[in-house]
């Protein structure tokens, strides 16, 4: 039986960060249709009889959206703190990531064991909706079947995510792959995974672009790595998929490496490139964009692309800062996104939204915290195309958050929802739901065993 959920008694429920005056207390209840129903069930309201509904408390705790993580690479999450890989140039990063990843051996047992520990570590973190960009891919001149090779590893992360009940978007990345085999596993990637969750143009919202399952749990896009690695051929391939299917596109542009490399190949800068190749449009969403100029800034928001900061990467890296105010300024919009363990070695998006808030000042004035939070929200789920994602507005997806902000680290803090990122570094929430069902209760992940999925990691990767 499909069950309702009261989160009741909140301090405070937030229905959606970029409109305050939407703040509530009291309750929130999640239909047994996996939405939002609104502060109260109504008399004889559907799901709320005995035994067919749930109760959270939420006694001294703020209730949020769930976050999302706009810009992951969930392979990443078992080549964390590698030697030669922190504090080093893109350019000495990028081979030594991939030597460890062919060491590895990449195939479905990897990717459903790094697949798993990340989307894990993202519900206990408050994430409750994953974009993984997954570039890398078996060598296909070793295989039988390489495109075959590429579902296989498809299907084992999206049954991860199902197994721990996370929504996830699967981007059919590449990183240098002949462009005719991106384009077969594109095709062949969104026939599969989603012929038994639905059409994929038939989808749970109807704001809900195609390759999304009816539940809303699995959404697929295309993505290049970038014009430091992709071809035009790749670009306009993959976009033919997207096309044809409905597909959200995202690709990463104008890190350290990728401005280099397309002025030393092209004599043109990577933002140049993508327009000429189809890829500045609204169905666009680009990661990093750390260095970009005004003119480039202005010329993003015309075309409606939306775009990611990952910071959690770029700082610690030396990469750069996005100028996000500027950007948002202009009318673009932002989400957050945490990228990969190989460079941030953390799945935690709320850690790198307060690091955000910090570092923003130094590309122009700071960051509100209420801003940040919607990047980390309502932003990411634009870049999806899911409104339906990241508020709590009647109707909307039941994904929430609740923050126990009752303790002494949060004491003598005035406004909760601004210390949900200027208190308390390293905070988790206690309680995660995802579409009505409870994932974390009590700071326990309730939809799998972390001991057997560290294992299972460390089996296959040796760490």
Known sequence: MTRSLTITSASLVVERFDDPERDRTGDLVIGADGRVAGPAPGPGASGTGPGSHDVLDAAGCIVTPGLINAHHHLLQSGFRTLPGTRGVPMRDWLPAMAAAYASAGIDASLVAATAGVGLAESLLCGVTTVADHQLNWPDPSASRDPVGDTVAIARAIADAAASLGARLVFVRGSARDAPEVAAASAEAIVTSLLRSTGSTRSTSSPAAPGGTSTDGMLQLAVGPAGVHSDSETTFRALGDVARRYGLRRRTQANEQVDTEIALARYG???????EDWGWLAPDVTVAHLC??????ITRLAAAGVTATHAPGCDVPMGWGIAPVRRLREAGVVVGLGTSGG????????????RLAMQ?????????????VLAMATSGGAAGLGRAELGVLSPGAAGDACVWDVSGVADAGVADPVAGLLWANPGRRPRHVVVG?????????LVTGDETALTAALRARTGH
């Open 268 to 274: 043109r800068r990577p933002l140049d490139l993508l």
């Open 291 to 296: 260095d970009v100029t005004e003119e480039e």
């Open 342 to 353: 190989g460079s941030n070695d953390a799945g935690h998006l709320l850690a790198d939204a």
């Open 359 to 371: 570092v923003s000042g130094l590309v122009g004035p700071q960051l509100p915290a209420r801003d």
């Open 436 to 444: 009505g069902r409870v994932v974390v209760r009590d700071y326990r």
